[in-house]
């Protein structure tokens, strides 16, 4: 797993994911069909086993990123993960985030830290583009995006099928461009002018 330290925000600390993370609680929220709703999870059960696979797969050379999500509130703990699936050759990144604490949801930690690693890789790894996309229903995880800066970038038509009914993948991106001039900073092109 590529290594980045721990992630400060306000309200939380992002911490890289190991085994002191593999618990009942982890995979009790990978179990839970409300908290996986949107995704592929919900067909698949999971156990501590499967759970240190998937962790076992930003090892080694990967040059991916997991962290598990902490709410600096001692009685809230691990709430969630979130993984940076990098590709290097292409300087391009892809965020996914669980938020797996029902009882911590609508507090806006998703975004808080959905935002922290958007900025690390950005300001840290050096991405050109930072991604992520979810199906058309999860209205919650769309605001996420946008509040980090994302836009539409692109839509597979009719590609789930979710409560029965075809729903679309919608995609979301940010430019490294376009988030150093968020941030009011310069940026690579001519005369200091942003490029993409």
Not at 11 to 33: A, H
Not at 77 to 92: E, F, K, M, R
Not at 143 to 157: E, T
Request: glycine share 10%.
């Amino acid at each position: 797993m590529a290594r980045s330290g721990i992630l400060e925000t306000k309200r939380l600390r992002l911490v890289p994911f190991s085994s002191e993370f593999l618990t009942e609680r982890y995979v009790g929220w990978l179990n839970d069909k409300e908290v996986v709703r949107y995704s592929e999870q919900r067909f698949r059960t999971h156990t501590i086993d499967s759970c240190r696979e998937y962790m076992r797969g930003f090892e080694g050379e990967s040059p991916s990123f997991f962290w598990a999500v902490l709410s600096k509130d001692p009685s809230e703990g691990h709430i969630g993960n979130i993984s940076g699936y990098v590709d290097p050759p292409n300087t391009l990144a892809d965020v996914a985030i669980l938020i797996g604490e029902k009882e911590v949801w609508n507090k806006g930690y998703g975004s808080e830290s959905f935002s922290a690693v958007v900025d690390y890789l950005f300001r840290k790894e050096g991405m050109r583009k930072v991604t992520a996309g979810t199906v058309s229903a999860n209205e919650a995880m769309i605001g996420v995006m946008k509040r980090a800066g994302m836009h539409q970038d692109g839509r597979r038509l009719r590609h789930y099928v979710f409560q029965g009914k075809e729903v679309d993948i919608v995609h979301y991106a940010l430019f490294r461009d376009d988030w150093l001039r968020s941030k009011n900073q310069p940026c690579a092109g001519n005369e200091g002018q942003c490029q993409r």
